[in-house]
């Protein structure tokens, strides 16, 4: 596609419910991340994931985060038995190469509220 | 651990002045630097990549410098507008993006 997508655009979920974010990176884009920011606060690292490589799941906060990736296309962020501080805009990103010397383009994100 | 420091972290000015916002990061082992533009309520915009060989790079208005040596980057944003009015994001990239807090910018009419 032309740009990153990510969906849904906004998403109201009940404290203790599972959720799913999904991102379509920019066709042939071998690189894809995910980023989490808080209102108010800046971009956290989640997750990178490079071709058929090993993702770095270093960021991920805690083990009811887990994220997917199939090839090089979409990857999907789960969260389980969210919590009031899962409440943020999670944002997805993509990259032509390796080592990601090549120009990140983010989506618009996905904005999560736990009520 | 890559630790990225943007300064002012708010900065308004009359329309027409010249905006420079700042950027330090802590280890200089990095493929290259972006600088982002984020908007309300909205994603982020890539505004400029500077490879780490690089020292400059310019898109109209905005001019970014990088000392990788000593850590630091430089966006200029020459004759700004209200419609410059927004954060801006500097982010290092060493495989993995590390972002700074942001400068907010208000260019008042």
């Known amino acids: 596609g032309a740009g990153v997508s990510q969906s849904p655009s906004n998403k109201v979920t009940e404290k203790g419910k599972d959720v799913e974010l999904r991102c379509d990176p920019i066709s042939g884009h071998t690189a894809l991340y995910w980023y989490r920011q808080r209102l108010g606060q800046g971009l956290e690292f989640l997750i990178y994931?490079?071709?058929?490589?090993?993702?770095?799941k270093s960021g991920l906060p805690s083990d009811r985060f887990s994220a997917e990736r199939t090839g090089e296309s979409v990857s999907t962020l789960t969260i389980q038995r969210t919590q009031q501080e899962d409440s943020a805009v999670y944002l997805c990103a993509s990259s032509l190469g390796v080592g990601g010397r090549d120009t990140i383009y983010f989506g618009e994100g996905s904005w999560l509220t736990v009520v | 651990k890559q630790e990225v420091t943007q300064i002012p972290a708010a900065l308004s000015v009359p329309e027409g002045e010249n905006l420079v916002l700042n950027c330090s990061f802590t280890?200089?082992?990095?493929?290259?630097l972006q600088w982002f533009r984020q908007d309300p309520g909205k994603g982020l915009t890539s505004l400029l990549l500077?490879?780490?060989?690089?020292r400059e790079q310019t898109s109209g208005r905005l001019n970014a410098s990088l000392d990788k040596s000593s850590g630091r980057s430089t966006l200029y944003i020459a004759a700004s507008q209200p419609g410059d009015s927004a954060t801006y994001l500097c982010a290092v990239n060493d495989y993995k993006l590390s972002f700074g807090a942001g400068t907010t910018v208000t260019v008042r009419a």
């Open positions: 500077i490879q780490s060989s690089q």
């Open positions: 280890d200089s082992a990095i493929y290259n």
């Open positions: 994931f490079q071709g058929n490589s090993a993702p770095d």
